[in-house]
């Protein structure tokens, strides 16, 4: 009942030095995490999404930090997936994503900052006429007009998925 109370009381409060307070000695967990989700200063969010013991604490850091190479780090680093994961979702920066799908040790995270990449990418090829799959412009500067789903590819992923009729090689 003590922390049902307390876990109330902190959804209720605006006061950054008290969430603060709740957020490093509170005996809770939820009430730590819930507290953390309430705080705005990033650099306290930086500090529990770093160095927390628990991860669920450093998971509702990591949702409300904005600093794009400490959510990198994370992603490529932290010990519990679903801080790894939600750095992820978190990243902006496409040469940040970018180094995570190279370097991070979980394929999971690899292929989720992938995926960011390529839905980050697609709007920009739609718009200037690059190739969707690539995103590289066609060497001869022949596209093939969009199918059915609006995409358009460059001869030579069209080539390479078997769409290239022998007359268009």
Same mark, same amino acid.
């Given at each position: 009942?003590?922390?049902?109370?307390?876990?109330?009381?902190?959804r209720?409060l605006?006061?950054?030095?008290?969430?603060?307070r709740?957020?490093?000695?509170?005996?809770?967990? /939820? $009430? +730590?995490? #819930?507290? %953390?989700e *309430? !705080?705005?200063?990033?650099?306290l @969010?930086?500090?529990?999404? =770093? &160095?927390d013991?628990?991860? /669920? $604490? +450093?998971? #509702?850091? %990591?949702? *409300? !930090?904005?600093?794009?190479?400490? @959510?990198?780090?994370?992603? =490529? &680093?932290?010990?519990?997936? /679903? $801080?790894r994961? #939600?750095? %992820?979702? *978190? !990243?902006?920066?496409?040469?940040? @994503?970018?180094?995570?799908? =190279?370097?991070?040790?979980?394929s999971d $995270?690899r292929? #989720?900052a %992938?995926? *960011? !990449?390529?839905d980050?990418?697609i709007?920009?090829?739609k718009?200037?006429?690059?190739c969707?799959?690539c995103?590289?412009?066609?060497?001869?500067?022949?596209?093939?007009?969009p199918?059915?789903t609006?995409?358009?590819?460059?001869?030579?992923?069209?080539?390479?998925?078997?769409?290239?009729?022998?007359q268009?090689?």
């Amino acid at each position: 009942a003590d922390e049902t109370v307390r876990w109330e009381a902190v959804r209720r409060l605006e006061d950054q030095t008290i969430l603060a307070r709740f957020a490093r000695n509170s005996s809770h967990t /939820d $009430v +730590r995490t #819930a507290a %953390v989700e *309430r !705080l705005k200063d990033q650099a306290l @969010l930086a500090e529990f999404a =770093k &160095h927390d013991a628990v991860s /669920d $604490v +450093r998971r #509702a850091a %990591v949702e *409300r !930090l904005e600093d794009q190479t400490i @959510l990198a780090e994370l992603a =490529k &680093h932290d010990s519990a997936s /679903d $801080v790894r994961r #939600a750095a %992820v979702r *978190r !990243l902006q920066e496409e040469a940040l @994503l970018d180094d995570v799908a =190279k370097n991070a040790s979980d394929s999971d $995270v690899r292929k #989720a900052a %992938v995926r *960011r !990449l390529k839905d980050m990418r697609i709007p920009i090829a739609k718009r200037m006429g690059f190739c969707w799959d690539c995103g590289q412009r066609d060497p001869q500067g022949q596209y093939q007009k969009p199918n059915v789903t609006g995409r358009r590819r460059c001869r030579a992923c069209l080539n390479e998925l078997g769409l290239l009729g022998n007359q268009d090689r």
